[in-house]
């Protein structure tokens, strides 16, 4: 069976995250913010009964905030949210090599996403690999505090 990948949005970047490790799309998910925290981090919101932290996608990056959808990522990664935009379906397309250039990352946060040379190319759009454990993993997501001490 082909590996599915979930195609996605968040601020303009088009991604791409391997649809096991996506528990749920959250259409309108409401969060909670936590004060003392990073403008990225948008809060924590109730999912199938259990908190879920909830990481704005798009202004982690620095580029504008995400708003839509949420994506509840599977228990075996770890217990997040990441907020996107819009969320394009499911692709069988097996995944091609494609250099990271400046053009997929035309924003500061380029380093903290954890984007690979990996890729879905559909209909001539790159959807760039999110290594979603490198990412939940990162020291950056894991500090949501608004100001170090």
Known sequence: MPIRHLLFEASGLAL????DLIKSVHE????QPVAGTRGWFRGLAVAHGKLLPVTDLGAFCGLRSSDGHTLELADSIGMSGLQID???????????????GKKDMPFAG???????????????????????????QSPVF???????Y
């Open 16 to 19: 791409a995250a391997p649809a």
């Open 28 to 31: 309108q998910l409401r969060v």
């Open 86 to 100: 819009a969320v394009f379906g499911l692709s069988t397309t097996p995944l091609s090599d494609v250099p990271l």
């Open 110 to 136: 380029d380093d903290n996403l954890a984007l690979t040379t990996r890729a879905v190319v559909q209909q001539d759009r790159v959807h760039r690999l999110l290594d979603i454990a490198a990412l939940l």
């Open 142 to 148: 894991l500090n949501i505090a608004e100001t170090e």
